[in-house]
């Protein structure tokens, strides 16, 4: 079932490995394409995605359980990681990062290679939430404090988008915690709200989502 690991393409690992030799930002981002950023109004290029698209059945939210971060900072860490074969992860595990002002501006969403290449996430402990989750991680520690307005103002965009191009139902917009045991994204996150607010937004018809 778990036989996108396998897989890899092999652009990806090349592009993966390099990363370790060149200097950090600011020729990390543009030259791996890493990660692309779109302002909170707009879906430009960033929203783009390469190949063809994954059917996607969930989205899986996330917080960074950190008070700063960005797509760099997490791209970092999960380079670390191994999966359950003992293989090194392929980089980030999520398909979209949204800043909170520290190591990403406030409400900036960054969609990551995974989102642009369309394969699947490292993110949620199930191989099927991974297989076809998107998964969205908020930088922040959402057991201790709020989103951001212009972090709620993103995600409600973003999610509306998602519900309109891929059909995903309200049951299936998620916390990490409904898929396994942890906090995650924390108890201050308003899950309900969040949903409702994007269901009203991917109903309107002129939202800014929307592609033409
Ligand atoms: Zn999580």
Redo the contacts with the bound molecule.
């Keep these: 079932m778990n036989t996108a690991w396998v897989f890899v393409p092999v652009s990806v690992l090349a592009a993966g490995g390099a990363v370790a030799q060149m200097p950090p930002r600011p020729v990390f981002v543009p030259q791996l394409a890493l990660n692309e950023a779109a302002s909170p109004s707009g879906f430009g290029s960033a929203w783009n995605v390469a190949g063809v698209e994954r059917s996607w059945e969930f989205v899986?939210?996330?917080?960074s359980?950190t008070t700063s971060g960005s797509v760099e900072s997490i791209h970092r860490e999960h380079r670390q990681r191994k999966d359950r074969n003992g293989q090194p992860w392929l980089g980030i595990g999520y398909h979209f990062v949204i800043g909170n002002g520290f190591g990403m501006p406030d409400g900036e969403i960054s969609s990551t290679f995974r989102w642009r290449d369309q394969i699947h996430g490292a993110?949620?402990g199930s191989i099927r939430h991974n297989a076809s989750g998107i998964?969205i991680?908020l930088i922040g520690n959402f057991e201790y404090s709020k989103p951001t307005a212009a972090q709620k103002e993103s995600i409600v965009r973003l999610i509306a988008y998602l519900i309109d191009r891929y059909q995903i139902s309200s049951r299936r917009i998620i916390?990490?915690?409904h898929i396994r045991e942890?906090a995650?994204?924390g108890r201050h996150f308003p899950l309900g709200s969040i949903v409702q607010e994007s269901l009203r937004l991917a109903e309107t018809p002129e939202h800014s989502g929307r592609p033409d």
């Design positions: 899986v939210i996330h917080h359980a993110h949620s998964g991680c916390g990490h915690r942890t995650c994204p």
